[in-house]
């Protein structure tokens, strides 16, 4: 209970205290990812570790790191992994590459589709002509 | 023809999704492997005026398990860590989050494997080893190099198929 008050507290005391660095520390960690649970961003997610990288990243914006140097430190941990935006590599090519490739893919296939020559309709002879006019009658 | 191109892509797509299914999320690939362990001076968990470093092992092959009393999948891989430490190569614990008075009951009822067992209550220097998920467990050379790094429990068929063999290969 005195823990919890404690941490209420703290975590009162540094929200007031600067709300700039508040606001790049949130904005710093809504772009990376929590690894404890994988599709939380280090913003969103309570898991302790993703309370002490916040804090890390608290503590680095403080000491007059930029945000480059955070991303660097925590890729150098953690890798790539960690951002949310993978940077373009040669292993990543698919991943940044993949949806034109599909896209391309699908222009292509409907291409092929619009461009398909129909079939001309066969030409009506002379007594198919006088069939159906007499069956009109 | 039709039915053929739709059928095989179909299959293609299941193909994909199966493999899909069966990689694990959770092993994320160290960055650290080949790079230098990360330095350390950290206070023994039993002796908390002496301090260990990473140079200590300078020299030699040795073994770094993160373990925490609290972690359940710590228990689980203790008799491979036990079974490890019983070998050629020294293992060293890092105590992760924890409190002395919690760990040092747990070393001694379940057995303390460890050559060295160091304390790291803050979490600072398992953050330099990129740890998320204890346990985790890494295989350093005698440069200091970081081999290896499993994330999770070491099972049997780990501790048989990769960590041994390398061991061997870096004592060899």
């Known amino acids: ?137 | 023809m039709r039915l053929a191109w739709t059928l095989g892509g179909f299959v293609a797509l299941i193909v994909l999704l199966a493999v899909g299914l069966r990689l694990n999320p959770r092993e994320v690939p160290s960055p650290l492997i080949g790079k230098p362990a990360p330095a350390f001076e950290l206070p023994l968990l039993a002796a908390p005026d002496k301090i260990f470093s990473q140079k200590d092992m300078l020299g030699r092959v040795w073994v770094l398990n993160v373990w925490a009393s609290w972690c359940a999948p710590c228990l689980v891989e203790h008799p491979q860590i036990t079974r490890l430490a019983a070998g050629a190569v020294p293992v060293v614990g890092l105590n992760y989050k924890d409190a002395r008075e919690d760990a040092l009951p747990w070393l001694s009822r379940n057995g303390n494997p460890f050559a060295a067992s160091v304390y790291d209550g803050a979490g600072r220097i398992a953050l330099d080893y990129g740890v998320y998920g204890v346990p985790e467990t890494y295989v350093i050379d005698r440069k200091g190099v970081i081999r290896y790094k499993r994330i999770g429990p070491v099972t049997p068929e780990i501790l048989k198929e990769k960590i041994e063999p390398l061991l061997k290969e870096l004592n060899g």
């Open chain 1, 1 to 137: 209970m005195v823990r919890l008050a404690l941490v209420l507290f703290c975590g009162l005391a540094i929200a007031q205290e600067d709300p700039v660095l508040e606001k790049r520390v949130r904005d710093l960690s809504s772009e990376l990812r929590c690894l404890v649970c994988q599709n939380q961003t280090l913003a969103d997610s309570s898991a302790p570790l993703a309370v002490d990288l916040r804090n890390q990243v608290r503590e680095q914006l403080k000491s007059g790191k930029s945000e480059r140097d955070v991303i660097d430190f925590l890729v150098a941990r953690y890798g790539d992994f960690v951002l949310y935006r993978p940077p373009l590599k040669g292993n990543t090519l698919l991943l940044w590459a993949g949806p034109f490739i599909l896209l391309a893919f699908g222009l292509f296939l409907l291409f092929l589709r619009i461009t398909r020559k129909v079939p001309a309709e066969a030409e009506l002879s002379e007594s198919d002509r006088a069939r159906a006019a007499k069956l009109l009658e």
